[in-house]
């Protein structure tokens, strides 16, 4: 993740089409009624589990419109956490949010962004998101470049980059120090960003959206979670996010009841397939506790450096089968040289049951779990 949030851009609308992420390549359904009432806040806290580490804070937002799709283009969010919950000293440099214990944002209208979310932080119907919306026009969807670093880009440093091929991107120079995720936060939010890694949802958990209809250099569906690492504390977290366009302030409670995480998550392991024809296997197995998963697949090429994300969601622990056919346009997934990251992201809950995360089943008020615990494996990388 980039330590400066003042360097963020507040990008223009993402996207509304069935590839809509947050929710805002078209404005919102407008109504003659009070602002207040046209969106539908939802917010739910639990445990994460980062790799057997350390435990942080999960959370689970959704701000949507009776479509389901996110209710506003740009809003202020701010986490107010209970009694010794506190924002780490060292969070994302000059955070005025460390040592407190908020999580906050700052107004479109400021200066500078001196917070965790700054100006371009917002929630939206899949989570949080640097993705507010400017004057601009552009699409704001989860893209490559311009945005967050992660493990991916430093994974030669990577303290959770694990497999025979950890250190290639970087050694290779296929990856551009100045590009990153643009429009997601890589997780968990205050760690460095060389132990974050993206939780982009992509085909075939979804369905596929490498063709003309989506937009270009669409990487993913959001997951639909957001962890921070920050220890967390028992008690009620309450979510208040302000719309400057229409003065209206949104509020929600989640609760964690308790601080006990999910067991580690063990490290997925690529492989790849026998006739060595641009498919492979992940192996992986579900910790304890965990009801669902999903495993992703992040492949970079090793001639252009594009990024391209797979995942699967699971129940039980088992063997993904990725097919040489399952690449964009129907080509093979991976090439020789290729670099191949997999992980693995475990919940006591289904991240994708109301659409979170995914195109389908988009409702306005998502029934949420009474405590939201995720647990995030390290990350395995093969060179193909």
């Known amino acids: 993740m980039r330590k400066s949030f003042n360097r963020l851009a507040a990008l223009g609308a993402a996207c509304a089409l069935a590839a809509c992420t947050n929710g805002q390549t078209v404005a919102p359904v407008q109504h003659a009624v009070n602002p207040a009432t046209t969106g539908k806040l939802e917010f739910a806290v639990g445990t994460a589990n980062f790799q057997g580490t350390s435990t942080g804070l999960n959370t689970v937002v959704t701000l949507r419109q009776s479509n389901g799709l996110s209710a506003f283009l740009a809003d202020s969010p701010t986490i107010t956490g209970p009694a010794g919950f506190t924002v780490p000293a060292a969070a994302v ?100 960003s060389n132990a974050e890694l993206p939780y982009l949802v992509g085909p075939p958990a979804v369905t596929d959206f490498h063709t003309s209809s989506y937009p270009t250099g669409f990487l993913g569906y959001p997951s639909g979670f957001t962890a921070f690492a920050a220890a967390p504390v028992a008690g009620a977290y309450s979510l208040s996010v302000s719309i400057p366009s229409t003065k209206a302030v949104y509020t929600a409670t989640g609760t964690l009841t308790t601080t006990t995480p999910l067991p580690t998550f063990a490290t997925p392991v690529f492989a790849d397939d026998a006739a060595a024809d641009g498919g492979a296997t992940v192996t992986y197995v579900l910790p304890a506790g965990v009801t669902n998963a999903i495993v992703f697949a992040v492949d970079i090429s090793s001639s252009s450096g594009a990024i391209t994300i797979y995942s699967q969601t699971a129940t039980a622990s088992g063997t993904w089968t990725i097919s040489a056919t399952q690449g964009p346009s129907g080509g093979a997934p991976f090439s020789a040289g290729d670099s191949v990251f997999v992980y693995a992201a475990g919940f006591d809950y289904n991240p994708l049951a109301t659409g979170l995360g995914g195109p389908s089943a988009l409702v306005q008020s998502p029934a949420l779990p009474a405590q939201a615990d995720v647990t995030l494996s390290r990350a395995y990388e093969a060179v193909y």
């Open 93 to 192: 440099g000059a955070n005025a949010d460390a040592g407190t214990n908020t999580i906050s944002s700052n107004s479109q209208t400021a200066t500078s962004s001196t917070t965790t979310f700054g100006t371009a932080g917002g929630a939206f119907g899949y989570g949080f998101a640097p993705a507010n919306s400017n004057n601009s026009g552009t699409a704001n969807y989860p893209q490559n470049g311009g945005g967050f670093a992660s493990a991916i880009q430093g994974d030669s440093g990577s303290p959770i980059i694990v497999g025979p091929g950890a250190g290639s991107v970087s050694a290779g120079g296929y990856y551009y120090s100045g590009e990153g995720f643009a429009n997601v936060y890589p997780e968990p939010i205050y760690a460095a």
